[in-house]
């Protein structure tokens, strides 16, 4: 049987201090790493608590968009 279908709407996210083209790749990288962990685990039932993110500076913006991603999924309640 496959898991239905996972919808997530983020109605802004804001990389502050990055240029456009990096904030950008930063936005992929999340996508793809949520995407990923989201298939790998258990499916999320609803995000508690949304609400601002603060992470440490990452050197690159991907890596930053996969933390970002693994601190979202960790609040999904499974």
Same mark, same amino acid.
């Given at each position: 049987m496959t898991?239905?279908?996972v919808r997530l709407e983020i109605g802004q996210m804001t990389f502050q201090g990055l240029s456009r083209?990096?904030?950008l790749r930063a936005a992929a990288a999340f996508e793809g790493e949520l995407a990923r962990l989201i298939t790998a685990g258990a499916p999320p039932l609803a995000i508690?608590?949304?609400?601002p993110?603060? !992470? #440490?500076?990452?050197?690159q913006p991907e890596g930053?968009?996969?933390? !970002? #991603?693994a601190e979202i999924y960790g609040r999904i309640p499974r």
């Open positions: 898991a239905p279908p083209p990096a904030a508690a608590g949304p609400g993110v603060t !992470l #440490a500076w990452r050197a930053l968009g996969r933390a !970002l #991603a």
